[in-house]
């Protein structure tokens, strides 16, 4: 596994990441009773294979409670990112104590507010951005990100200097703009997170999808999983990853005019 550092946080994270906001998805409540286990069985399948970054969202209470029970027990070993989209002060509060008692831990490693229409800034009146530096102040939270599928508020994000990650979707389809971004955030040296590496499922060839991030050095895929085949497809060009040469180029090139 080869791992990098996440922006200027001092977070050295595993180039594939495990996106568990998938740990509800219909494939694995169909093993109904077993549910819960199977979950369990694709994070330790992940962090065997040496996945330290592994990333849910308070707005899935059940995928936060099924990554914090498979983490029991090796939680010191890795890297844990969630996120609230409270838009007040009390609310944050009360989401981050949710997601602290569904994740069995008294830290998150990464905390992420999920906006989409108003950035927190040091001054604002919201008091958001105020109450995330007293958390990390207090040690609950280590380091503070935003999620957001609006380009242009990331953009105003990552040029504030006040947040350290941003998580937005990212994939072989996306255009100029999210790829203009991506140069931001190294210039910057904010750390990015690339949300929807399969664009919510759109894209099926996992070696395209896979090799095409795979480029961008500073980019840190969440593989959603939502079958035991796609994990042992992410976890295998982890360890063969493709070749990016004229006739994969020539590829995505086919997969953006297809779908565009």
């Not at 069985?41 to 969202?57: E, I, L, P, R």
């Amino acid at each position: 596994m080869e791992f990098v550092a996440l922006g200027k946080t001092n977070l050295l994270v595993s180039r594939t990441a495990f996106g568990a906001m998938s740990l509800d998805c219909k494939e694995i409540e169909s093993f109904g009773e077993e549910s819960d286990e199977k979950a369990c069985a694709m994070v330790h399948q992940a962090y065997d294979a040496g996945v330290n970054f592994f990333d849910t969202s308070h707005s899935k209470p059940v995928c936060e409670k099924r990554l914090g029970s498979a983490l029991h027990g090796i939680r010191q070993h890795v890297l844990l990112a969630t996120k609230t989209n409270a838009d007040s002060v009390q609310r944050l509060r009360s989401d981050l104590h949710e997601s602290l008692e569904a994740l069995e831990c008294d830290k998150i490693d990464l905390y992420q507010l999920e906006i989409e229409n108003f950035l927190p800034v040091k001054d604002s009146q919201d008091g958001l951005y105020k109450e995330l530096l007293s958390l990390k102040e207090k040690k609950v939270i280590k380091h503070i990100g935003i999620a957001t599928e609006n380009i242009e508020l990331a953009q105003k994000a990552v040029e504030s200097s006040l947040y350290e990650t941003i998580q937005i979707p990212f994939n072989v389809l996306s255009g100029d703009s999210v790829l203009n971004l991506v140069k931001l955030c190294e210039e910057k040296e904010v750390g990015l997170i690339a949300m929807q590496p399969l664009n919510g499922g759109i894209v099926s060839n996992i070696p395209l999808a896979f090799g095409y991030l795979h480029q961008f050095e500073n980019v840190i895929p969440l593989w959603g999983t939502h079958t035991q085949e796609e994990l042992n497809q992410i976890l295998y060009f982890n360890d063969h990853p493709p070749v990016v040469d004229e006739k994969f180029l020539q590829e995505v090139e086919h997969e953006r005019a297809f779908f565009n």
